[in-house]
DNA sequence: TCCAAAAATTAGGTAAGCCTAAATATTAAG
DNA sequence: CTTAATATTTAGGCTTACCTAATTTTTGGA
């Protein structure tokens, strides 16, 4: 990687290219998610799409797209990233609201052989402790579409696989309603008007959490094949 | 710390004073040290006794020293590139000549709450796989003067405590003569004018080791009670 | 279609850290 | 004690990665 900072505008042009269906990104957008100036990231959309090799594909006025090799770079930090964050919180155990942080600056600086060395001891793991995936060294990885818990039917059950949030208050919330991934729960009901979500965790005493909407979109589940219809009062 | 480069200076200036009993550091000495030009140190220098915190005191000319303040830092530093390097061997299964490299990069971007951890994971080690004393959090350690292998008298016996270099080839070379750390020898002959020193590694089949006397003056020893006095061939 | 608001770019600046080349200080040797 | 060699600093430049302010382009509504 050219720089740290390089790297941190590839991250964030996947990360958002990612959620938009590989449309461009905008100045703006970049400029909000990597906190600077818009002008900041026009001068580095010129370097980068300049530069050799070209990282990404950038128009004037349009937006930006990662090259393929920016694209590599960008799932390379990313494979870093999540490998780190499941050593912090596997092997020296952190909290998973803690892991993001110190990730983020860790990412740039291990090797290649740190890299090997940190997924052999886990065991070559697929997901980090949020539930998302970890590219192998070739940047592949199996991209899911999962459903987020506001989607689901009322009295479906599902299994939590992936929690879409770094923020550590967000993330110390939900680990304290034993809301995190490959825990159970079924579905009791979804508030009309984007009210909040109400769900029993299976095996949790008391079992009822009730959830914003907001936060519901940000954790995707997996739905159990075993439904349990209960009697619908009207 | 400031900047990673803030940083370098620092256990570079400590490193140098530590080898010439405090003494100011010259320019050039730490121009070579750090491989840049002698110019860049003096900008340097400039800037670090100029700030706030000051963190060296400096006089053209003269030299530098580190302030209580520099001082502090550059051993939080080597606190974290020693907890690093022995965490990369013992957890991580790094060789002893690869510690160094990794934990160059790493020692900048550490948490102190990750430098924590490492520490306890090792159960609060007193030395790095080099036998290089890790100072605590308050930047106390043990000040040892041991002598060097080079020093002993024919027939004396010692353990190693200490191998002062990084260089991955010389640290392979020492490996795989078996001259680690905690190994104990009996010094068989120091030839005169500078010439080999040959000893014997106890328990080791077969033991006998000739090193030049440049890398005798690289291993730190402790001479062990238990004098062996062989019978004097002239 | 025209025009104001929003988005993006250009222009001009700053700070960190490096560089080379030129100037100056110090030191050591005859 | 002078001078040549060496050490150091100053002067002037470069790149990266930011910034603010001004300008230009695009877009969406009346």
Chains 1, 2 share one sequence.
């Not at 770079?73 to 110190?102: C, F, K, M, T």
């Not at 291990?110 to 590219?135: F, K, N, Q, W």
């Not at 914003?212 to 159990?224: C, D, N, T, Y």
């Amino acid at each position: 990687m050219k720089s740290e900072s390089i790297g941190n505008y590839l991250k964030a042009i996947y990360q958002i290219q990612e959620r938009q269906n590989d449309q461009p990104v905008s100045t703006t957008r970049l400029a909000a998610q990597l906190g600077v100036a818009s002008a900041s990231v026009t001068g580095m959309l010129k370097r980068l799409s300049a530069g050799e090799p070209k990282l990404v594909d950038y128009e004037p006025y349009y937006g930006a797209t990662l090259t393929e090799a920016g694209r590599k770079s960008a799932l390379e930090l990313i494979r870093h990233h999540r490998l780190i964050e499941s050593y912090l919180n596997q092997a020296l155990g952190y909290p998973w609201d803690a892991v993001h942080a110190e990730a983020e600056r860790l990412e740039h600086v291990i090797s290649e052989e740190m890299e090997e060395r940190l997924a052999a001891a886990l065991g070559h793991p697929a997901t980090d402790p949020h539930g998302d995936p970890i590219p192998d060294r070739e940047g592949h990885f199996e991209k899911r579409d999962d459903p987020c818990l506001a989607d689901l039917a009322d009295g479906q059950r599902a299994e939590i696989r992936r929690v879409v949030a770094q923020e550590p208050e967000l993330l110390r919330y939900l680990a304290g309603l034993g809301l995190t991934p490959s825990v159970q729960f079924e579905l009791v009901s979804s508030a009309p008007f984007n009210g909040p979500v109400t769900l029993r965790v299976l095996g949790a005493q008391p079992s009822e959490r009730v959830i914003g909407r907001e936060i519901a979109e940000k954790i995707l589940v997996a739905p159990l094949h075993s439904t349990i219809t209960e009697p619908s009062h009207e």
